[in-house]
């Protein structure tokens, strides 16, 4: 099955919401409203689809973006030339088949066309989310701290391109 990875357009919304919602558990929430206004601040917008339509999303925003995230602030306080990965979401039917890694090969190659330099990403640890710790580190990312966030824990971690 073949996976198109393409910007984000207005009618992927519903799909895009109800992905979202299926792993709140480790995201912010996100309605219609704060669905428009991260994508008018995002520098990258992208979504997976198949056959059967869209399978996951990445958003991203680069240093100087007016998000209000405490874990982006976090990182634009400290780095420069930074792309920060808010969220990348997959179906359940697709994960473990390789779109993580090529969502990260396809922003690692934007970002170094934008001549940036560091990769940040914020990930659970308390609840911890296992397989997106062991993906980042598959990727390469270390930890340059940790931080509370509401009723959360997150390792903020980093990747020099």
């Known amino acids: 099955m073949s996976i198109n990875i393409r910007a984000f357009e207005s009618g992927d919304s519903e799909a895009v919401l109800a992905l979202n919602k ?24 992208w979504v997976a689809e198949n056959n059967e339509g869209v399978v996951g ?10 998000y209000d995230s405490p874990n ?11 792309l920060y990965i808010d969220r990348i979401v997959l ?14 090969r396809e922003l690692t190659d934007w970002a170094k066309a ?7 990403a914020e990930i659970d ?5 296992p397989p997106s710790l062991q993906f980042h580190q598959q990727q390469g990312f270390i930890t340059a701290a940790e931080q509370a966030v509401g ?11």
């Open 91 to 104: 179906s359940a039917q697709v994960r473990g088949q390789g779109l993580g890694q090529q969502f990260y």
């Open 125 to 129: 640890i308390a609840p911890s989310n």
């Open 114 to 120: 934008q001549q940036l330099v560091w990769l940040a």
């Open 22 to 45: 299926a792993s709140v558990q480790f995201l912010s929430p996100m309605d219609a409203e704060r669905l428009q206004l991260l994508r008018a601040h995002s520098a990258l917008f």
């Open 72 to 82: 982006y602030r976090w990182f634009n306080a400290r780095l420069q030339r930074f």
């Open 151 to 161: 009723n959360k824990r997150v390792s903020l971690q980093i990747k020099s391109l």
């Open 57 to 66: 999303f990445l958003l991203a925003f680069t240093h100087g973006a007016a």
